[in-house]
């Protein structure tokens, strides 16, 4: 006797695989290179703004850390290239060349500063730094 079609043995779905949690290290790697972007403006028109949010963008799902200081780094630099226009406007005015001085000494120390700080794996806050990005 012929039997009809064997139905498969049925099992039951389970929920996808949890995404396995970023390794520490490579996590501050990542956070540490959304403050060293910045220097891209060096290179690039707008690379100060640009390289950090490129890091920030492709990985901030991944990582909690990336997500915060990139959100951090981005934001200082548009706050600094605000500041830095500003400046630009009050040389006509003689003060500003001293202020855009000031501006670029103050925007290396405190990327340097948040930089070490990402090695480490702590959280950065950027002084004089405007929230554009919460």
């Known amino acids: 006797m012929s039997q009809g079609p064997q139905e498969p043995h049925s099992v039951p779905p389970s ?14 790697t990542w956070a540490l290179l959304c403050h060293l972007a ?19 963008l492709i990985k901030k799902d991944e990582m909690p850390l ?3 200081q990139g959100k951090e780094s981005v934001n ?4 600094t290239t ?9 040389c006509l005015v003689v003060i500003g060349a001293f202020m855009l001085a ?3 000494v103050f925007k290396i120390i ?5 930089t070490v ?12 730094c405007i929230r554009f990005i919460s």
């Open 110 to 114: 405190f990327v340097i500063i948040a």
């Open 38 to 56: 910045a220097f891209a403006g060096y290179l690039v028109p707008f690379g100060n703004i640009l390289g950090p949010l490129v890091v920030w």
């Open 82 to 90: 605000i500041y830095f226009i500003i400046s630009l406007v009050l």
């Open 117 to 128: 700080s990402a090695s480490r794996g702590e959280r950065f806050r950027y002084p004089l």
């Open 102 to 104: 000031a501006l670029a």
């Open 15 to 28: 929920a996808p695989p949890a995404p396995p949690a970023p390794n520490p290290q490579d996590e501050k």
């Open 76 to 79: 200082f630099q548009i706050s």
């Open 66 to 68: 990336v997500d915060d």
